[in-house]
Every structure is written in structure tokens, then in C-alpha cells.
């Protein structure tokens, strides 16, 4: 396997204040890194997948997932198809990639200049300079570096398996149905992978609105009304058969445990679902077993003035402890499982 060290002109954010001034400012610098990317043979990495799905520039646009170290792979895109490695380094070297690549929180905010340090100091040397946070960009970049392959002179990233998004238009009489990946963590910046952006697969998971490959049939059957109009804008080859059928489920279950653990705050709703109120000091998910448990207890609790409250949450609760429930994922019962704890003792 080849590695490849290139060129980024990485963007940071840097305070400051003026001459004699109070109010701290802040402002995007840029400074010249390096990053390490592989390249990887394409019998090593095989495509699994074969999606067309629609975007912001084409109505059919073709994405050859490829399978590598026992995940998808999914092409790079800009406006005008797959990203090759010798626009990647371009891009790399302008700065359009910096942001793209520190993927795990949102930048902070301040005027983008697009400057180096010594050249914006030389510029202004009578501000006073404060905390930057350069290093921990650095670190973020180096980690979405490490989720990038260079593959038959395309560019490749790490974001998961093939997931379908719902996202339903009751305004319209009309349901969305497309392809995206299950990474929920990549923003679309001047290069993007298919599917909606991260708000939506946020909003369509959190709400039980999107499936593995195996649930979508039932799931569109069963979401439909008589004269709901069903526009898939995706659709999709299967070369490998790699699909896990509860993935989806469970992602959708965290996504939705990480929004509820937030409403532990509330007494009342502490005493009505004392599971979840377990979970307000962990500072790890819990494991699938448990959330299953703290998601069934959230859905079947009987304090009427709660259940009004916290209404849509708890539907997407029960939703996807229905769907856990058909894909054989319910936990053991408390017997069983301390029967095979003194059996490992």
C-alpha cells in the first residue's frame, strides 16, 4: 500500500483584540500542513454498491461504493462528477478541503481572511493575539485524513453503509425516498458523498425515518397513505451482499437516545423513566441492550401531561423499538442474562 503526503492549506480560527480594545474578535487564518492519504489497489477494495441517485447538478449520478477493511467507501463528488487525486490535491492546496476534512464540529465563527499568521500579524502588528485553535484543527484534519483512500485515481472516504432517507411532504402528498450513507458527521462543503446533508440524516434518524436496504419495501408500504405520491430518487445495485439488517435501527436508536438523554433535566420525566435517568451522568453510550431498554420505557410510560409533552419523541420511540422488536434485537430476559454471566464467571 502507498502513502501520499499532501499539501493542505488547513483553516483555523485565531482571536484577538484591537489596540486599547475590550471585546475580543476573532478571525479564519490558514496555515500549510500535511496530511497522509493511501492509495489502495482496486482488488482490495471491490465495488459493493452501485447507486444512482440524484443531486443538486444531475438527476442521475452514478456513486461505485467499494468495500476496504470491512466498510463502504464512497466516491468523492464535486458539482461536476467524481473527485480525481489530481483535483484533490488541487483543491487541497486553494484551501477547499480543510473544512470538509475537520468533519467532527462545526468551525468557529469569525471573519474568513484566508491568511497565515506572520502575514496577518505583519498586517496588523498592533493587535493583541489570543488562543487559537490550530492544533486541534490539526488533529481533526489528520483524523478525516485518515478516512480517505485514493483508489483507480479517484478519491474515497469512509462513511459507512448504504442507508434510505424518508423525508415526507404532507404539503406536497408526497414522500422523498434517497440513498445516502450512514455517517452521520460529514458536512457538504465544495466537495460532498451522496445522499441529504447531515441536518436531514440527523432529522430522518432521530424520527425513525430511515431504513436498511432489507426494511424499505415494508416500511414505504406501511408509511403510505392511499394517495401519497412515492418519489424515489435513488436506487441501487448490490454487487456484495454486506448488509447487517438491524444497523439501521440501532443507528437510529442512538441518534434518538443522544436528543432524549438531553430531557433529563425534567424531574417529572426522571421519575417516569428512571432508565433514562440512569443515563444522565454516563459519559458513553449505553450498549445496545440498554438502549433498547431505555427506549421502551420512554415509549410506555403513563404520566398523561408528559405524553403530551414530549409526543414526538416518544412515537419515534416506539417505532423503533417496532422495528428492533422485528429484526430479533430485544435484549435477553434479566434470568437469561445472569445465567450467562455466572457461566463466563
Known sequence: MTEHRVSLR????????????????????????????????????PIAYRIHTDDDYVSDRLHEVRSFESTCWWPLMAHDGPVSVARFIEFAAKGKLGTFLAFDEPPKMGQRDGRTFQEFE????????????????????????????FCEGHVYVNVGAPVWYVAEKPT???????????????????????????????????????????????????????????CFRSRIETVLHLEIPERTARLCARTLFETIRHYTEDEALRAAVPLLADTAGMKTAPTDSDLFRVLEQYSHFKDRSLIQGYRSSISAARDIVRRLENLGCTPLAQEDEDALAALGS
Open 10 to 45: 488547513m483553516p483555523y480560527f485565531q482571536a484577538y483584540k484591537l489596540y486599547r480594545g475590550r471585546n475580543e474578535l476573532g478571525v479564519r487564518l490558514s496555515e500549510n500542513v500535511s496530511i497522509i492519504v493511501r492509495e489502495v489497489d482496486p482488488i482490495e477494495a
Open 122 to 149: 505583519c498586517a496588523f502588528p498592533m493587535h493583541r493575539y489570543g488562543e487559537c485553535d490550530k492544533e486541534r484543527q490539526f488533529l481533526l484534519t489528520s483524523r478525516g485524513a485518515k478516512r480517505l483512500v
Open 172 to 230: 406536497l402528498g408526497r414522500i422523498d425516498v434517497w440513498l445516502g450513507h450512514d455517517a452521520l458527521d460529514r458536512a457538504k462543503t465544495n466537495v460532498w458523498t451522496a445522499g441529504p446533508d447531515n441536518y436531514m440524516q440527523h432529522y430522518c434518524c432521530e424520527f425513525s425515518r430511515a431504513y436498511g436496504l432489507g426494511e424499505i419495501d415494508a416500511e414505504i408500504e406501511r408509511l403510505a397513505e392511499p394517495h401519497t405520491e412515492i
